[in-house]
């Protein structure tokens, strides 16, 4: 569509053949006029992947990924949905002589446009990170005074998703930040799902749906089920209280991220694995996987790959999940779907036992009403279960889970 140079005094963009800074500069509010939204085609439904931060830190290769990628073909996990790929912190080594980022010669001598295409050929979308500051949280090279650089040099590699981070920044204004790589990843013409990562210090629920097409509401997941850590990061149970006060901002194209699933990567319980799972599907938060997929048991890829309960994730309503009932340990949460169907998720956060006695259709709003008679379907153990003209009535084991899809008609 355009030509153009990059101006190295003042890291500008500039049509071929302008000289100065002041043109560059005039040209720079031209660009951002002009492409100032995110691509808006892309993420109508919560984007679905692999990263590799929580299984494998700054250990991290070529051949990992290759290998993980191959591995997600052969175990139905490209098929169930999980198509970006996403190479976390510590891939950069340092930037040339131009400010051209480098990846990191020994952990991936191929290049990363040549994994690129590996990923492509093999039916997966390329995702790639950076931060908006002057390095990352592990130290490499980051974006600031590079952005429109770094944008050209995605694009040239064949990257499809952009997850940017938020060390490092100083007295940065996030908002600026944010909008600034979004202006350059439109610059730069390649259509890029662009993952804001401030970790909702910035409340980017707020200004993120024109910026990004998600955004992270917390710190850092960590791998357990209830507490935090020194460093701020939040167990399932503290993200789920987050996400409740947040859903009203989430919906096609822009997503409360609830952060990486800690799915079958070894502390979780399988009843708090198939809880985690749950809650994020009813948040319609972005499924990226973050074990090593690789090596899991025959339950955690059952249960990463359970299509019933994706498929409330990948609802194309993208109504994120109201909490109706709170009483002690108990919780109901409350999702509207597609075809005039409902999920509801009926949540145990303590440590012992909880029956429940439920009509569904109590408390019903004018928001979302639910009126009529029902099939109730338990989407863990992909049977009918009952109806709605009879309480629901059972027993829920400690963190554990019981969700359901509430059908239209009898069965």
């Not at 031209?30 to 939204?37: A, E, K, N, T």
């Not at 990567?265 to 690789?294: C, Q, T, Y």
């Not at 439920?358 to 979302?368: H, I, K």
Request: hydrophobic fraction near 40%.
């Amino acid at each position: 569509m355009f030509s153009y140079t990059i101006i190295e005094s003042d890291n500008l963009i500039s049509m071929r053949g302008i000289k100065t800074g002041i043109t560059s500069i005039l040209i720079f509010f031209c660009f951002s006029s002009l492409y100032g939204q995110k691509f808006d085609s892309l993420a109508l439904l919560p984007p679905m992947g692999w990263n590799d931060w929580n299984a494998f830190k700054c250990s991290i290769n070529e051949t990992i990924i290759r290998e993980v990628a191959d591995a997600m073909v052969t175990n139905g996990m490209k098929d169930a949905g999980y198509i970006y790929i996403i190479i976390d912190d510590c891939w950069q080594k340092a930037r040339d002589a131009k400010g051209n980022i480098l990846a990191d010669p020994v952990r991936f001598p191929g290049g990363m446009k040549n994994l690129g295409e590996y990923l492509h050929a093999l039916g997966f979308k390329f995702g790639i990170y950076s931060d908006a500051g002057s390095s990352t949280c592990r130290g490499r090279p980051g974006s600031k005074g590079f952005e429109y650089r770094d944008a050209l040099t995605y694009a040239e590699w064949g990257c499809d998703y952009l997850k940017y981070d938020w060390c490092s920044h100083g007295t940065q204004d996030a908002v600026s930040s944010y909008q600034l790589m979004c202006d350059a990843l439109c610059t730069a013409g390649r259509p890029v799902v662009f993952s804001i990562c401030e970790w909702g210090k910035n409340k980017p629920w707020e200004w993120g749906k024109d910026v990004g097409h998600l955004w992270r509401t917390t710190p850092d997941i960590i791998n357990c089920f209830d507490g935090r850590n020194i460093w701020g990061g939040m167990g399932i149970l503290q993200i789920i209280d987050r996400m409740a006060a947040v859903g009203s901002f989430s919906g096609p194209g822009h997503w409360n991220d609830a952060d990486m699933l800690q799915v079958g990567n070894g502390k979780l319980s399988p009843a708090e694995e198939r809880l985690h799972f749950s809650m994020w599907a009813m948040f319609s938060a972005p499924l990226i996987a973050g074990n090593d997929v690789r090596n899991m048991s025959a339950e955690t890829l059952s249960n990463l790959t359970n299509g019933e309960v994706i498929a409330v994730d990948q609802d194309r309503l993208g109504v994120s999940a109201i909490r109706r009932v709170k009483k002690g340990d108990l919780e109901i949460w409350f999702k509207p779907l597609d075809r005039g169907e409902f999920a509801f998720c009926l949540l145990n956060r303590g440590s012992g036992t909880i029956s429940f006695d439920q009509d569904l259709m109590a408390g019903t709003n004018a928001t979302y009403p639910v009126d009529g008679i029902f099939t109730i379907r338990d989407l863990w153990k992909h049977k009918v279960i009952g109806a709605t003209g009879e309480n629901l009535k059972g027993i829920l084991a400690p963190h554990d889970v019981l969700l359901v899809k509430l059908i239209p008609g009898t069965n």
